[in-house]
């Protein structure tokens, strides 16, 4: 290969830059972004610089040095339009053109909105620019905030607008946040930590419109009751950026569909990050983002899939003081102990918990509240356990659910 295209400036971008290098290619590499702004880091945006406890600086994810290190053409503020793989061309939004003999796909997600949520005092947290807006409005005094989603987005961002003072209400669709991650049992534990921080938690209600002219001032529920806001963080999951590629000849449900290796059906173009589905999974975390563009590297450059992507799939999340680490792979009917640390008024204690999800016998996930220690050892007894049942590499269109 001559050339090499990484579409999207993202943390997988970077990664899977990096493993280019790394990995021996010498040749000419390409990074187009949509964002103006070079690789930052996403977590700290709903935690520490909303906060005002991190600058900008603190979030760029390269410097002048690893820049001339990694010699590559940066090509950034305008999107990709479209994919020709055949005829091995990234097309431009500003009608320029990219030949390439591959491309690393790390076009990520975009967060999804509500249908009329175009008032002022609306927000969603994705990005660098939607960050610096929300933390602006929330440096003009006491706000009434409605978080309209508990995930770990809105979560956190919950958190700290309650840090910041702010009246805060977190309204989530399900009987209890988290419930698809953690499962009812500890989704409630979860839950507790709301209160806890003295956010008032809505569960099992759905927006049904946003009140206002120009800025908003209410969200009305479906059930009738009305929430007044100065401020609506929308938290309700993404969309994975594949538009552009709609008229290429990739397989596309929920994101580009990869074999476990992030190899797509074109064997010159593989997919990373929030925007691939891997073996039949699409992972948003940190990790899977950091993890998968070495395996993907290894593949293109090889021109077939050499390597599978098998780590046990790993995130965290930091909320009201607390923080949250999960590993493995939950499942519906799973029995769940916690075996170290306990429950009192429906929230850890003092020193948190380690609880287990357990399966015909053996630990499936493990989740833990503070407890950092005994996770990192469960987590490394998971990954012991699922190199003993390696995952087989099948075709991309073995994916497909």
């Known amino acids: 290969m001559r050339t090499v295209t990484v579409v999207g400036a993202s943390l997988s971008g970077l990664y899977a830059a990096r493993e280019l290098r790394a990995q021996g290619f010498d040749g000419r590499l390409v990074i187009v972004g949509d964002e103006p702004h070079r690789p930052y880091d996403r977590p700290p945006l709903s935690k520490d610089y909303l906060t005002g406890r991190a600058d900008e600086g603190l979030l760029a994810l390269t410097d002048a040095e690893e820049g001339a290190d990694l010699d590559a053409e940066w090509l950034l503020g305008v999107r990709a339009r479209a994919l020709d793989a055949r005829g091995r061309t990234v097309l431009l939004d500003d009608g320029r053109t990219v030949s390439t003999d591959g491309v690393v796909v790390a076009t990520g997600a975009s967060a999804r909105r509500l249908t009329a949520d175009r008032l002022d005092g609306v927000h969603t947290l994705r990005t660098l620019d939607d960050a610096r807006a929300l933390r602006a409005e929330l440096t003009r005094g006491p706000r009434r905030v409605v978080v309209v989603g508990g995930g770990f987005i809105g979560a956190e961002t919950a958190s700290s607008c309650a840090a910041l003072g702010h009246d805060v209400t977190v309204v989530e669709a399900a009987p209890l946040p988290l419930v698809p991650q953690l499962g009812p049992e500890m989704a409630a534990v979860c839950a507790a930590l709301h209160r806890r921080g003295g956010v008032a ?50 397989v596309l449900n929920d994101g580009v569909l990869c074999d476990d290796g992030c190899v797509t059906s074109l064997p010159q173009v593989v997919a990373v990050g929030d925007v691939a589905r891997v073996g039949g999974t699409r992972a948003e975390h940190w990790t899977s983002a950091t993890q998968q563009p070495q395996v993907a590297v290894t593949n293109l450059l090889a021109g077939r899939t050499v390597r599978s992507a098998s780590a046990v799939p790993y995130f965290w999340s930091d909320q009201y003081g607390a923080r949250l680490q999960f590993a493995g792979r939950r499942r519906e009917g799973d029995t769940v102990r916690v075996t170290e640390g306990e429950i009192a008024g429906g929230a850890p204690t003092e020193g948190g918990l380690l609880a287990r999800y357990e399966r015909d016998g053996r630990t499936a996930a493990v989740l833990a509240v503070d407890r950092p220690r005994p996770f990192m050892r469960a987590r490394r007894e998971l990954a012991r356990q699922s190199q003993g049942m390696p995952r087989t590499a099948g075709a991309v269109r073995s994916a497909v659910p």
């Not at 419109?209 to 609506?232: F, S």
């Open 201 to 250: 938690l809505v569960t099992g209600a759905s927006v049904a419109a946003l009140h206002g002219t120009a800025a908003v001032t209410a969200v009305a529920l479906a059930d009738g009751r009305t929430l007044p806001a100065d401020v609506v963080v929308v938290g309700i999951g993404a969309t994975p950026n594949t538009a552009w590629l709609a008229s290429s000849a990739l």
